[in-house]
């Protein structure tokens, strides 16, 4: 359960990014060359799916298996984490959600949230706006229990006696949407209430596209039709796909690793694909 928590949380920071048309299908990726005596390899995640849904592709197994660590965006695994993110979640100057929002915004969030969510936003308290979209999120998948690869990662890491680390902290994540302005992360919630009957649809063809593997038409789709984030794409995107490459060459020269991140990293000029190519390591799809 620890697990799906922070999955909505990075689920939160999936956003968009332009791929480049050369990118190749692709949810498994082998990276080698430049001087690593083996090779390690890079996933691409959706942070929530439905268990019908859930799927690996081809290999998968089998390479998390023969790598000695994995690396998550955040270390998962850490027993301080829920205190952690409880402590993140919860406004600093005591404000509710009632007192950031107007009177009729108020309202009519309160009422989506208690239909879609099936709870009353005033039992949350002090709770960040970020917290609400967290779970209002996790209703657009359309079942009761979504599936977490990052849970699943984190299982079969254990199962394997692998340790489990973080490409950065939870901090480092919740300060992203921090960064935002009060009024913008409103503005991010009153976008859920406008796009009640168009959240699920979108995601189920998100899903579609992820199962087919398709990593360049996922993030054109994001891109254009995410629900809320909108002005803060370059911090939890690039900024962050830039900030992880010093930490996965590091890790990669000393042994071999098995990455696991949002899939809407992977490609584009400035993903992590794309940035370890320049690095001059080979990426190798296997799809």
Known sequence: MRTKFFALIALLLSVCQTFAQQTPKGLLWEISGNGLSEPSYLFGTIHLICPDKFFLPKNTQEKLKNTQQVFLEIDMDDPQMMMKTQKLMMSSDGKKLKDIMNESDYKAFSEYFKKNVGMDVAMFGTAKPMLYMSLGLMKATGCPMPKSYEEYFVKEAKTEKKEVLGLETIEDQIAILDKAPIEQQVAWLMEMVKETDNGQATYMQMIDLYTKQDIEALTKMISEKMIGMKGVEGELLDKRNQNWIPVIEQN?????????????????????????????YTLKSLE
């Open 252 to 280: 990669i020269k000393q042994k071999s690793t098995f990455f696991a991140v949002g899939a809407g990293h992977l490609g584009g000029e400035k993903g992590v694909l794309k940035l370890l190519q320049q690095k001059g």
